[in-house]
């Protein structure tokens, strides 16, 4: 038997029966948000998540993990906090039970890694905790697992090796694409930060309560939503894969890699799904960017204020200036003061360099504002007193726009000027704005002027006895029956857009 079209079933069957044959064909957009809501509910218990956020964001990087053959970018997802004991580790276990092929990376070798990232079996989920050893004081005897770290999250990467046969040595390239979670104490580099969602985890309080986790105990529960996880993303693979998810505001660049996938299964779920992880995306990305900069962007900061009221200044006196900084690191950078060399080789990276400057009747070498002001701009959030000057700058315009609005208004109300003319019958139509708006000394917006009443004119011979002007009456002017001069119409405003 042929396959049914959805539309014949609608005509013969009834709306009941497309229902069934569309929820039949497409069960990921029935299941999605329950699942997703057990997902949340078991993860729940276990794991003191700080905040709502933080807790909708692990739900669907677990379900990401499932559909790895729908996305060009996969984010890693960072449990970090400052002190042990703040539930990273438990974090690490309860996703174990959820995820597919999930791979436990503690002290484990890059070979190791490298063989089960591009192994037949399928992408792994690398769960990697205790990262801050990878990144820590040791990080050069790791620099194959960052190397994985940093270039896994893209489709189509792969880590280059060379291996050795006997007396050949041949080239190998083994896949690094894999979703990866990783925690740690502390922080991590820039370049793992930015491809993350980061959920900064912390210790309970006394009145947090959550379950004690026992692997034995809540094993067949959690693999039990890994099988619902994983049929109903095979079910939703080719939708996942054809998905564009919208971006909330704020949500851009980079953040927006990492937020595709994640914002892409909420849309796919429903239900809730979309508004709360909209919400998450944009909470988290702001409390992302509001982490300790790195020292570059902090002398960029840092000479923003020292330069204020200044057009240059000397690098004597920048080196001085940043020094006397109150909590700045410029005056024990390895335990010495920032010097010169530092300082030009930081600024060298944006392209400033330091330049002979006028300073009164002095030339010494320095820098001068304007060189530093497209960096500033780039790199740095904008002032408060700039963002009033930028909305004082909007409202400058909108007024002046409302002038020429005046203007324009003014240029047509004119229409009504009296008419001169030195023939007999020549009628003077009064035009007092002031009278029309019934007021003596101000101005209304909207007020255009009248035609104010006028007397009767005189038939005249020499027309039919119509009235006698030597110039054609304005378009808004008609004469009625009895000879005198009515408006029909109010005037209108002319504005020019």
């Given at each position: 038997?042929?396959?049914?079209d959805?539309?014949?079933v609608?005509?013969?069957?009834?709306?009941?029966?497309?229902?069934?044959?569309?929820?039949?064909?497409?069960?990921?957009?029935?299941?999605g948000?329950?699942i997703?809501?057990?997902?949340?509910?078991?993860?729940?218990?276990?794991?003191?998540y700080?905040?709502?956020?933080?807790?909708?964001?692990h739900?669907?990087?677990?379900?990401?993990?499932?559909?790895m053959?729908?996305?060009?970018?996969?984010?890693?997802i960072?449990?970090?906090?400052?002190e042990?004991?703040?539930?990273?580790?438990?974090?690490m276990?309860?996703?174990?039970?959820?995820v597919?092929?999930?791979?436990?990376?503690v002290?484990?070798t890059?070979?190791?890694?490298?063989?089960k990232?591009g192994s037949?079996?399928?992408?792994?989920?690398?769960?990697?905790?205790?990262?801050?050893?990878?990144?820590?004081?040791?990080?050069?005897?790791?620099?194959?697992?960052?190397?994985?770290?940093?270039?896994?999250?893209?489709?189509g990467?792969?880590a280059?090796?060379?291996?050795?046969?006997g007396?050949?040595?041949e080239?190998?390239?083994?896949?690094?694409?894999?979703?990866?979670?990783?925690?740690?104490?502390g922080?991590?580099?820039?370049?793992i930060?930015s491809?993350?969602?980061i959920?900064?985890?912390?210790?309970?309080?006394?009145?947090?309560?959550?379950?004690?986790?026992r692997?034995r105990?809540?094993?067949?529960?959690?693999?039990?939503l890994?099988?619902?996880?994983?049929?109903?993303?095979?079910?939703?693979?080719?939708?996942?894969?054809?998905?564009?998810?919208?971006?909330?505001?704020?949500?851009?660049?980079?953040?927006?890699?990492?937020?595709?996938?994640?914002?892409?299964?909420?849309?796919?779920?429903?239900?809730d799904?979309?508004?709360?992880?909209r919400?998450?995306?944009t909470?988290?990305?702001?409390?992302?960017?509001?982490?300790?900069?790195?020292l570059?962007?902090?002398?960029?900061?840092?000479l923003?204020?020292?330069?204020?009221?200044?057009?240059?200044?000397?690098?004597?006196?920048?080196?001085?200036?940043?020094?006397?900084?109150e909590?700045?690191?410029?005056?024990?950078?390895?335990?010495k003061?920032?010097?010169?060399?530092?300082?030009?080789?930081?600024?060298?990276?944006?392209?400033?360099?330091?330049?002979?400057?006028?300073?009164?009747?002095?030339t010494?070498r320095?820098?001068?504002?304007?060189?530093?002001?497209?960096?500033?701009?780039?790199?740095?959030?904008?002032?408060?007193?700039?963002?009033?000057?930028?909305?004082?700058?909007?409202?400058?315009?909108?007024?002046?726009?409302?002038?020429?609005?005046?203007?324009?208004?003014?240029g047509?109300?004119?229409?009504?000027?009296?008419?001169?003319?030195?023939g007999?019958?020549?009628?003077?139509?009064?035009?007092?704005?002031a009278a029309?708006?019934?007021?003596?000394g101000?101005?209304?917006?909207?007020?255009?002027?009248?035609v104010?009443?006028?007397?009767?004119?005189?038939?005249?011979?020499?027309n039919?006895g119509?009235?006698?002007l030597?110039?054609?009456?304005?378009?808004?002017?008609?004469?009625?029956?009895?000879?005198?001069?009515?408006?029909?119409?109010?005037?209108?405003?002319r504005?020019?857009i």
């Amino acid at each position: 038997m042929g396959e049914r079209d959805i539309n014949d079933v609608l005509r013969k069957e009834g709306l009941d029966a497309a229902r069934a044959m569309h929820d039949e064909a497409r069960p990921f957009e029935k299941e999605g948000a329950a699942i997703l809501n057990d997902v949340r509910s078991f993860l729940s218990r276990f794991i003191a998540y700080p905040s709502e956020h933080a807790k909708t964001a692990h739900v669907l990087w677990v379900a990401h993990a499932h559909l790895m053959g729908a996305w060009e970018s996969t984010p890693r997802i960072a449990f970090l906090s400052p002190e042990p004991g703040s539930g990273k580790t438990r974090a690490m276990e309860v996703t174990e039970l959820l995820v597919p092929n999930p791979v436990a990376a503690v002290n484990v070798t890059p070979a190791y890694l490298f063989r089960k990232v591009g192994s037949e079996e399928g992408p792994p989920t690398i769960l990697f905790d205790e990262i801050d050893t990878v990144f820590g004081p040791k990080a050069r005897e790791n620099e194959e697992l960052r190397a994985l770290l940093n270039s896994g999250h893209r489709r189509g990467a792969v880590a280059g090796r060379c291996v050795v046969r006997g007396k050949i040595i041949e080239t190998e390239e083994i896949p690094s694409f894999a979703a990866v979670a990783l925690a740690g104490l502390g922080w991590l580099p820039d370049t793992i930060l930015s491809r993350s969602v980061i959920v900064r985890m912390r210790r309970r309080a006394p009145d947090e309560k959550i379950e004690s986790f026992r692997r034995r105990l809540h094993m067949p529960q959690g693999e039990a939503l890994h099988r619902r996880l994983a049929a109903w993303a095979e079910a939703a693979l080719q939708q996942a894969t054809e998905a564009r998810p919208r971006m909330p505001a704020g949500v851009e660049d980079r953040a927006a890699d990492v937020w595709e996938a994640p914002l892409a299964v909420a849309d796919l779920a429903g239900g809730d799904w979309p508004n709360w992880a909209r919400r998450a995306a944009t909470e988290l990305v702001k409390t992302a960017r509001e982490i300790e900069p790195s020292l570059n962007i902090r002398l960029l900061e840092d000479l923003r204020t020292i330069f204020e009221g200044e057009d240059s200044l000397s690098t004597k006196d920048v080196l001085a200036r940043l020094c006397l900084l109150e909590d700045a690191p410029w005056n024990d950078l390895k335990g010495k003061p920032i010097t010169d060399r530092q300082l030009s080789q930081r600024l060298g990276a944006y392209g400033v360099k330091s330049k002979t400057v006028r300073i009164g009747a002095a030339t010494p070498r320095g820098y001068a504002r304007a060189d530093l002001h497209d960096l500033w701009r780039r790199y740095l959030p904008p002032l408060a007193d700039e963002i009033a000057t930028s909305a004082t700058s909007a409202t400058s315009q909108f007024f002046q726009r409302d002038q020429v609005v005046d203007h324009e208004i003014e240029g047509a109300t004119s229409l009504f000027q009296p008419q001169h003319d030195s023939g007999p019958n020549v009628v003077v139509v009064a035009n007092d704005a002031a009278a029309c708006c019934g007021s003596s000394g101000t101005k209304s917006f909207y007020a255009t002027g009248d035609v104010a009443a006028v007397a009767d004119v005189a038939p005249s011979t020499g027309n039919g006895g119509g009235p006698s002007l030597t110039r054609p009456l304005p378009e808004a002017v008609r004469v009625e029956g009895d000879g005198a001069l009515k408006s029909p119409n109010p005037p209108r405003r002319r504005t020019r857009i």
